[in-house]
């Protein structure tokens, strides 16, 4: 069997090594000096840690790590909770209304975003939400929501029905069963509903170009986007300015990633 398959070992490899080219180049120019114009496939002569401290001070990245944190931190509570108050009774009740909602859900997945900018930009303006903590968690809430809502209806049937039924015998309310039994056991999905809509959120440009428009409310990827000017650019901070960017994330990753592959396979079941 392993003769069988080396060849997918190989292309594992391969597929990784493509991935992280991105990374490697992003920590060379990261480390290289403004004006050194050796190739970023080749490590600097002398690193430049200088680009880190400039990032920092230039980029105004410390006000744009703030507001990253706070609207992924406040984004991600909430789609876990909707998510997952939407999906139990998706998941119980196996009706045929239920199974047109799922399939609207899945629908709303295919749709790109950016083909309701325009309608959603108008709203959000009469709502006097634009550059705002809430008007911007609204909006990565509600395009997240429909594969938080997928990965715990498929998480959450895969759990015995027998556990509803012996706590509704021993007098627990809907809500009761909910909160005390059925969330608890939704550890791996949730890390996988973290990762996957706290990275989307973490690393979004489009939403938050249109609708966070002043300094204060700037994030890491507008920061980081600041280096790139009309009248001069700085590849080599902005390199900088991203791999900070991606440490945090990268971080939350490693501790989450036995939760997140479980989650994955087991909303895969069914």
Known sequence: MKKKTWW?????????????????ITLVASF????????YWLLPKKFFFENYSIAVKTGGMMVAFQNTIIITFLSAILIVLIGAMAAYPLARNRSKLNKKVITGILAVMMIPP???????????????????YWGI?????????????????????????ELDEAATLDGCSTYRIFYKIILPLLKPVTATVIILTGVAVWNDYQFSLYFL???DKKVLTLAIYSFFGQTGSNPNVAAAAA????????????????????????????
């Open 32 to 39: 290289t000096r403004q004006g050194d114009f050796r190739s």
């Open 114 to 132: 950016l083909s309701l900018l325009v309608p959603l930009y108008s709203v959000m303006a009469s709502l006097k939400a634009i550059s705002t």
């Open 137 to 161: 968690v609204i909006v990565q809430v509600a395009f997240q929501l429909p594969l938080s809502i997928f990965l715990y209806t498929n998480f959450i049937k895969t759990i015995p029905i």
């Open 8 to 24: 997918k070992t190989l292309l594992a490899v391969i597929i990784a090594l493509l991935h992280m080219i991105p990374i490697y």
């Open 213 to 215: 428009q002043t300094p």
């Open 243 to 270: 791999v900070i960017a991606i440490l945090p994330i990268t971080i939350l990753y490693v501790f989450l990633q036995k939760y997140f592959v479980k989650g994955m396979v087991d909303s895969a079941i069914k």
